[in-house]
């Protein structure tokens, strides 16, 4: 099974961009998996970000979209978050995680989460 | 997007009982082309990742005590603990896995009487 590590910084002003990386080990990031990403504010439950496959292929939450972007790089073996004009309801941990490609689907790999404070 | 709709928000088990969680879908996650249920129940501890116990509505993750166990098929899914112990205290989250965006329930909070 895969091992992934989120790592950026723990804390973004509002307005600015947040931007996390995944570092994927134990497994080529060009497999057959879709690459995730997964936030959870303080105290509350889990929210789905979007997804991105090796070829570039992506699915986003669409109510996110218009201020994510997600990205592979397959020299690092890593994928990336990108998210704009952030506020403070965009403090959360946020997970990297990996599912399988269909007909598997299953999210079975999760990163161990990196919190991002919002605030000035 | 498929909505998950889990209850109780939390519950509260003698140890030894059991606990019963339920996860109904706004539309139906049954793959007809493999008759399979798009369907997984997650547990998360605290500062903990979620961690799959249950796939495909009924299939235990590798490792899980046989104590857990999932039912159910198309909108209507039942996750349940028999004998309760100290370590499966954690919230319980059913998610959809059948289409994007994927969703998750609103989770559980299980705790011990």
């Known amino acids: 099974q895969v091992q992934l590590q989120e790592s950026g910084p723990g804390l973004v002003k509002p307005s600015e961009t947040l931007s996390l990386t995944c570092a994927v080990s134990?497994?080529?990031?060009?497999?057959?998996?879709?690459w995730s990403w997964v936030r959870q504010p303080p105290r509350k439950g889990l929210e789905w970000i979007g997804e991105?496959?090796?070829?570039?292929?992506?699915n986003y939450n669409p109510s996110l979209k218009s201020r994510v972007t997600l990205s592979v790089d397959k020299s690092k073996n890593q994928f990336s978050l990108k998210m704009t004009s952030v506020t403070a309801a965009d403090t959360a941990v946020y997970y990297c995680?990996?599912?399988?490609?269909?007909?598997?689907?299953?999210?079975?790999?999760w990163g161990q989460g990196t919190l991002v404070t919002v605030s000035t | 997007d498929i909505v998950m709709t889990q209850s109780p928000d939390s519950l509260a088990v003698s140890l030894g009982e059991r606990a019963t969680i339920t996860c109904k879908s706004s539309?139906?996650?049954?793959?007809?082309?493999?008759?399979?249920?798009?369907l997984a129940w997650y547990q998360q501890k605290p500062g903990q990742p979620p961690k799959v116990v249950i796939y495909w509505a009924s299939t235990r993750k590798s490792g899980v005590p046989d104590r857990f166990s999932g039912s159910g098929s198309g909108t209507d899914f039942t996750l349940t603990i028999n004998n309760l112990q100290a370590e499966d205290v954690a919230i319980y989250y059913c998610?959809?896995?059948?289409?994007?965006?994927?969703?998750f329930g609103g989770g559980t909070k299980v705790e011990i009487k």
């Open positions: 998610q959809q896995y059948y289409s994007p965006p994927l969703t």
């Open positions: 991105m496959y090796h070829s570039g292929s992506t």
């Open positions: 539309q139906s996650v049954l793959y007809s082309s493999n008759n399979e249920n798009y």
């Open positions: 134990g497994g080529s990031i060009s497999s057959s998996s879709w």
């Open positions: 995680a990996r599912s399988g490609a269909w007909p598997d689907r299953l999210v079975d790999s």
